[in-house]
């Protein structure tokens, strides 16, 4: 694990896998269908976020044949956050935040809707309602510590427009879930959604601004670290840029709750690392976030679409960073993972 700003208070509540939960908050948006700005692959991508879940917590998808794959038919995320969750028997819970097909696993409803088409400012009906959504079910989540993730195909997108719709300089600097990161169309996708927002109000909120280019999840997700950081509850924001996201969000509309040491967040050095981007530029802007990095061995992996990860492929999603250095905190080593992953890959891709 690489630390940055490291906290050895918030830190340490990870050390051991008592009460831990995993909650992953999952969505579809709309934009997705008409505009190739996901690097999940077109064909599955309906299916990803229940797909993903359905592996974490079953072992196996069951609304598709295999687990989800990016546009190289690289294996989802999920299979990492799946392989931990099995190692250390962490507790998980899916937050259902509008996908358009529904996990075959319990799951909690906080939004019916998908996220809607930031091409024409219409991300969410109402992100207020959204993040007080998050804020009552942060009351109930029982759980000594939180890990709190998400899989949105296209979330690249909309967080890297709530935090250019805040002002933030990111254009350069948030990754994306495929290879070749399609900034320019993103960027083109962002500012057609702001120009909407720019004529309906003259000083945007940011809830305009969620409504505008945001989705579901950031505002579900900022809610919950709000709430936890008033139960004195640490959370730890699983992902890159997306979290990036929430952060921000965090910072405009409860700037205390990230004065307490009680939100960090963490990814993969396959995000960290990204060429085409720069995180750490992002999270300097927001403030001293508690940042730690999982590295993984998958130079070493004898499955292609693992390897392919040292060369941009998936990178990182499903709360994968995040659990890794959550495993690798109590005891398991990145070859620990790599091997379970290794083991089922070809049940799981009927290879
Ligand atoms: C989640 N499941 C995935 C996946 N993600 N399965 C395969 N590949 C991924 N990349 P973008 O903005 O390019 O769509 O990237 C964000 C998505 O990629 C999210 O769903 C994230 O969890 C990850």
Not at 116 to 142: C, P, R, Y
Not at 199 to 224: L, R
Not at 269 to 287: C, H, R, S, T
Request: one cysteine or more; glycine letters at 8%; hydrophobic letters at 35%.
């Amino acid at each position: 694990i690489i630390k940055v700003n490291n906290s050895e208070k918030f830190i340490k509540n990870f050390r051991n896998t008592k009460n831990t939960l995993f909650a992953c908050t999952i969505s579809s948006i709309e934009t997705t269908k008409t505009i190739p700005i996901s690097g999940v692959n077109a064909k599955v991508i309906d299916y990803t976020p229940a797909a993903d879940m359905e592996l974490v917590v079953l072992g196996k998808s069951v609304s598709l044949a295999h687990p989800p794959i990016d546009a190289t038919n690289c294996p989802s995320p999920a299979t990492i956050t799946r392989a931990v969750v099995d190692l250390l028997k962490t507790s998980c819970i899916t937050i259902d935040a509008g996908c358009n097909v529904k996990p075959k696993i319990p799951h909690i409803l906080a939004e019916k809707e998908p996220t809607g088409d930031i091409n024409v400012g219409k991300g969410i009906k109402n992100s207020k309602l959204l993040v007080e959504t998050g804020k009552i079910l942060g009351k109930h989540l029982i759980c000594d510590k939180l890990i709190l993730g998400e899989s949105v195909p296209g979330g690249t997108t909309t967080a890297m427009g709530v935090l250019i719709g805040l002002g933030y300089d990111v254009r350069d600097k948030i990754s994306s879930g495929s290879v070749a990161n399609p900034k320019d169309l993103k960027l083109s996708v962002i500012q057609n959604g702001l120009s909407e927002l720019k004529t309906m109000t003259e000083k945007a909120s940011s809830y305009d601004i969620m409504n505008a280019v945001g989705d579901n999840m950031i505002a579900i997700n900022a809610g919950i670290c709000i709430s936890l950081a008033e139960r004195n509850i640490p959370v730890l924001l699983a992902g890159g840029g997306q979290m990036a996201g929430v952060l921000s969000i965090i910072k405009e509309i409860s700037p205390e709750t990230l004065t307490k040491e009680l939100i960090g967040i963490s990814t993969t050095e396959f995000v960290y690392n990204d060429p085409n981007a720069d995180l750490q530029g992002i999270l300097n802007q927001i403030g001293k976030i508690p940042t730690y990095i999982s590295k993984f061995d998958y130079e070493k992996s004898s499955v292609d679409g693992l390897k392919a990860y040292c060369s941009g492929s998936v990178k990182e999603g499903v709360g994968a960073g995040a659990m890794a250095t959550y495993a690798y905190l109590n005891g398991l080593k990145p070859e620990d993972i790599r091997e379970y992953i290794e083991k089922y890959y070809y049940e799981w891709y009927n290879e």
